[in-house]
């Protein structure tokens, strides 16, 4: 299943589950007191958001619900530079007026098969730019960071996320095809390396360093 399709399907999913569980949700509403008065009118959201190695990738849908008392678990879904990166989010002290809480997140971002880049190799010591197909493994992602939250009166709140994204493997990349054609000839790519500045572009591609988003959480 292309990453598109499963964007699709997934967001499709958490519409369904949604609507089913609204209802439910309507009819419970756990106890206010001065540590959980306005947020805690909602035990789940509906998120959409954007950021630089966030959850949502370059934008993104999560759904939230609350675990217990003080912990909120978020399936999130998005589009980022390194692929359809989908995974989950638990938020702490989400059930008191804390502004500022931690947060743990593992994603999986899904890499590419033959997508087309222009890139720089290495041929007989010398550098050539191509335009080819390249595969870009899978990266697995540990998202420890802080979120600051702005609350609203019917309880949905604005949140801004910083912290690392840390990838768990190492994500690879190679050149797709068997061959290419340099200078009119059909050059083997076994017989080709990276540049040190493309090897470079694709350490900054991959899915790890400072995570730094913005999401708007809906009340339900």
Do not use: C
Request: hydrophobic share 45%.
């Amino acid at each position: 299943m292309k990453p598109q399709a499963k964007f699709i399907f997934i967001l499709s999913f958490l519409a369904i589950f949604l609507v089913r569980t609204e209802t439910v949700f309507a009819q419970y509403e756990r106890p206010r007191s001065a540590d959980n008065s306005v947020l805690n009118k909602r035990n789940a959201f509906i998120s959409v958001g954007s950021g630089i190695h966030y959850k949502y990738g370059i934008l993104g849908l999560g759904f939230g619900m609350m675990l217990n008392e003080n912990v909120l678990g978020e399936l999130n879904v998005g589009m980022g530079v390194y692929g359809f990166k989908s995974g989950f989010t638990a938020v702490f002290n989400a059930g008191s007026n804390k502004k500022w809480r931690p947060t743990l997140g593992f994603s999986r971002v899904s890499g590419a098969d033959a997508t087309p880049l222009e890139v720089e190799v290495v041929h007989q010591l010398l550098n050539y730019t191509l335009t080819t197909n390249v595969d870009l493994a899978p990266a697995y992602v540990l998202t420890p960071g802080f979120q600051r939250v702005i609350v609203f009166r019917k309880g949905s709140n604005l949140a801004f996320d910083f912290g690392l994204a840390i990838a768990l493997n190492t994500p690879t990349y190679q050149l797709s095809e068997d061959f290419v054609t340099i200078d009119g000839k059909v050059v083997p790519t076994s017989a080709l390396e990276f540049s040190d500045v493309q090897k470079l572009t694709f350490r900054l591609l991959r899915p790890s360093g400072i995570k730094i988003g913005m999401s708007y959480n809906f009340g339900l």
